[in-house]
């Protein structure tokens, strides 16, 4: 049995200024560093046997404080990096449907569809989110580990960790920043055994429940 505790980077500037982030490499906030301080708590007493981490500065920052009371080398891994947008990278959101109306629409409607120029598709996402996983998993065989990516690279991996077709994926919550969840792999097949959990947040650290993008 492997366990991952698959986390969710905090608050970058790209989440409060409403723009796509995507590989765009954004710096943590201010809440973004409280919120780091509460997870950091969390994961003090849990033990750890490896952590792995996108190469991103809020990923980084995110892996930094989970290994806070840990003392483990943070290995980074571009198959958990976040969805490359392309054209969409760095843009404000509500330029998107005006200058590129169909790929937007993908992506707000049909999200397993999406792909954009210049960019990833979202089943290649799902597809290296799914391999690089399992490739953590068959390589901490019985370990406990954490692996801190990103919002959209999460809800592919936990839509095919719950068995969910990849045709509904629309139907996974993203995860609140620093959200956590918890993966056992037994024999290589995950079990996820609950999601987006952010108990060490308070009303005033959660971002998810300030905005509206992420409503239906």
């Known amino acids: 049995m492997t366990t991952v505790y698959l986390i969710r ?18 710096e943590v906030t201010d809440r973004g560093y409280k919120q ?4 950091a708590e969390r994961f003090r007493e849990v033990r750890l046997d490896a952590i ?4 991103l500065k809020r ?12 003392n483990l080398e943070i290995i980074k891994l571009d198959g958990i990096i976040e969805i490359n947008g392309g054209v969409f990278e760095g843009r404000p959101w509500p330029e998107l449907p005006v200058r590129f109306p169909e790929a937007f629409d993908l992506w707000k409607n049909h999200h397993h569809e999406f792909t954009v120029e210049g960019g990833e598709s ?12 399992t ?9 406990t580990v954490a692996v801190v990516s990103h919002g959209c690279a999460i809800r592919n991996f936990i839509c095919y960790a719950d ?22 792999f037994k024999d290589l097949i995950p079990k996820v055994i609950y ?22």
């Not at 490739?135 to 370990?143: C, P, T």
Request: proline share 2%; hydrophobic share 35%; net charge negative.
């Open 122 to 133: 979202m089943k290649e996402v799902y597809d290296r989110m799914k391999e690089t996983l």
């Open 9 to 26: 980077h905090a608050e970058a500037f790209g989440n409060i200024n409403e723009v796509f982030q995507g590989r765009t490499d954004l």
């Open 163 to 184: 068995n969910i077709p990849f045709e509904e994926l629309d139907s996974i919550d993203w995860c609140e920043n620093t959200g956590v969840c918890k993966i056992e």
């Open 195 to 216: 999601k987006n959990e952010f108990r060490h947040l308070n009303d005033e650290t959660a971002t998810l429940k300030k905005q509206r993008w992420w409503k239906k």
């Open 52 to 55: 792995y981490s996108s190469p």
């Open 135 to 143: 490739d953590i998993a068959s390589l901490n065989d019985g370990k």
């Open 36 to 39: 780091l301080d509460q997870l």
């Open 59 to 70: 990923t980084i920052a995110t892996a930094t404080a989970v290994n806070r009371f840990h």
